[in-house]
């Protein structure tokens, strides 16, 4: 989609899963995504920076790309993964990323955040349902800000033994599951505050 500003809200709600929405967001007006059944795909080119706000409620469905210069409000985010693909389901490339309840399945990475992102997660459950690689971070900060709070459950498989990567001018640190408080048979990371994050 592509357009120029727009005062008015664009709103999408309802697409039938077997649709499998891509969206490749390059307007400037606000767009707001809502309401299950869904299974949305969304990519913003890293290439348009002035892409509007982007509001996102009650979705399901990955791969998601955001990009520099967006801001992106996500409630209710449903991230789930029938099988590895050894990708994130989120990658934030330099935007503003803020999530009131994110809810995953599988074993890749859930957010990498780039060059300058901001990524704030408040609240959320972390269900890999498989065996996680201990190579694999649930998350990932490269050069950029961030802040979660989340819980994990695995009734089969493996907890995350690395829960965030955090990489900074040639430093990289690993924050691992024997650092945060165990929660049954996983664990629970009550607050992260990364590098420069408030």
């Known amino acids: 989609m592509t357009g120029e500003a727009d005062p008015q809200l664009l709103t999408i709600s309802r697409i039938l899963e077997q649709l499998r929405s891509y969206f490749n967001y390059n307007a400037q007006r606000a767009l707001f995504l809502t309401g299950e059944p869904a299974h949305w795909i969304l990519r913003t080119r890293s290439a348009?920076?002035?892409?509007?706000?982007?509001?996102?409620?009650?979705?399901?469905?990955?791969?998601?790309r955001f990009s520099g210069g967006q801001n992106v409000y996500a409630r209710q985010f449903n991230l789930e993964r029938k099988?590895?693909?050894?990708?994130?389901?989120?990658?934030?490339?330099?935007?503003?990323?803020?999530v009131l309840g994110i809810k995953t399945e599988?074993?890749?990475?859930?957010?990498?955040?780039?060059?300058?992102?901001r990524t704030e997660v408040l609240g959320g459950l972390l269900y890999p349902a498989t065996t996680v690689s201990s190579t694999i971070p649930a998350f990932v900060d490269q050069n950029s800000e961030s802040s979660?709070?989340?819980?994990?459950?695995?009734?089969?498989?493996?907890?995350?033994?690395?829960?965030?990567?955090?990489?900074?001018?040639?430093?990289?640190?690993?924050?691992?599951?024997?650092?945060?408080?165990?929660?049954?048979?996983?664990?629970?990371?009550?607050?992260?505050?990364?590098?420069?994050?408030?």
């Open 48 to 64: 348009f920076k002035g892409a509007g706000p982007l509001f996102v409620e009650n979705v399901f469905g990955e791969p998601y």
């Open 83 to 98: 099988d590895s693909v050894s990708a994130p389901a989120v990658v934030n490339d330099g935007a503003k990323l803020w």
């Open 106 to 117: 599988g074993s890749d990475t859930i957010i990498s955040s780039w060059n300058g992102a």
């Open 148 to 198: 979660y709070s989340y819980a994990l459950s695995n009734g089969v498989g493996t907890d995350y033994q690395q829960h965030v990567r955090e990489a900074r001018s040639g430093s990289t640190k690993t924050l691992t599951a024997a650092s945060v408080p165990d929660r049954g048979t996983a664990s629970i990371l009550p607050l992260y505050s990364g590098h420069g994050y408030p």
